[in-house]
C-alpha cells in the first residue's frame, strides 16, 4: 500500500498535495478538513474532518500535514506518529538536495529549492519554492524559509521561525525561536528569539509576547 493523506486542504495544503501529485510516488491521495466547504480542487476528495485521523489509519500508510501554524503542522505531525503512520519527507522532483543533508520526517520541499551538503532541517519544517539552504545550515522544527530566501553557510534557526518571502541571511548569523524576519530583509546579525526585524540592513521591529 502506498496511500498518502493530508491533514489541511487550505492553501497550503494545496501546496502538498501538488507536490506529492508530482512525485508519482503515490497510489491514493486525500485530505483531512474541518472545512466542509472547503474547495475540491486537483481533483483530490476531502474524507472528513481532521479529528477523524485514527479512523483511517487502515487506509492510508503515510501522512503530510499542510497546515500553516508551525504548532498546529507539529501537533497533527506527532499524533500521526504516534498512531503509526509514516512520515515521509516530501521533496517536489525539480528540488535539489545534497546526499549529505539531513532531512527530518514531515519536512517539504517544494520546487527548486536548493538544500545543500551538511544542512539539517528539523521536523514539519517548510523549504519554499527556490529557497536555498546553504552549508550546513541547521533549522530546528517548524520552520518556514519562505520563497526566494537565502540562508547562506552554517545559519542557526530556532523552531517555529517564519523566514519571509527573498530574506538574505549571512553565514554563521543565528536566529531564535519563533522569530520573523519580514520579506526581503537582509540579516547580518543575530536575531532574538520572539522577535520581529525587518529591512536592510534587517532591524527589530518589535517583540513578539507570549501567548496568553
Avoid at 501546496?15 to 508519482?24: D, K
Avoid at 527556490?130 to 550546513?136: D, E, F, L, M, Q
Wanted: proline share 5%; hydrophobic share 50%.
Amino acid at each position: 500500500m502506498n496511500r498518502l493523506l493530508m491533514i489541511g486542504a487550505g492553501g497550503h495544503g494545496h501546496v502538498v498535495a501538488n507536490i506529492a501529485l508530482a512525485t508519482g510516488n503515490w497510489q491514493a491521495l486525500a485530505w483531512l478538513d474541518d472545512n466542509p466547504s472547503v474547495a475540491l480542487q486537483l481533483s483530490l476528495p476531502v474524507l472528513g474532518p481532521m479529528g477523524d485521523l485514527a479512523h483511517y489509519r487502515d487506509r492510508f500508510d503515510a501522512l503530510v500535514v499542510g497546515l500553516g501554524d508551525p504548532y498546529l503542522r507539529l501537533q497533527w505531525l506527532r499524533q500521526g506518529q504516534a498512531l503509526g503512520f509514516k512520515m515521509p519527507v516530501l521533496m517536489h522532483p525539480s528540488a535539489s538536495i545534497s546526499r549529505y543533508a539531513k532531512l527530518a520526517p514531515g519536512t517539504v520541499v517544494s520546487e527548486h529549492a536548493i538544500i545543500k551538503v551538511g544542512a539539517e532541517i528539523g521536523a514539519g519544517s517548510i523549504i519554499n519554492t527556490h529557497a536555498i539552504i546553504g552549508s550546513y545550515c541547521q533549522l530546528a522544527e517548524g520552520v518556514h524559509v519562505a520563497a526566494k530566501s537565502v540562508l547562506s553557510g552554517q545559519v542557526h534557526v530556532g523552531a517555529h521561525t517564519w523566514i519571509g518571502l527573498g530574506v538574505s541571511v549571512l553565514s554563521n548569523i543565528s536566529i531564535g525561536a519563533d522569530a520573523i524576519v519580514g520579506a526581503g530583509a537582509v540579516v547580518h546579525r543575530p536575531v532574538s528569539s520572539k522577535t520581529v526585524v525587518v529591512g536592510v540592513p534587517a532591524v527589530k521591529q518589535r517583540s513578539i509576547p507570549d501567548a496568553i
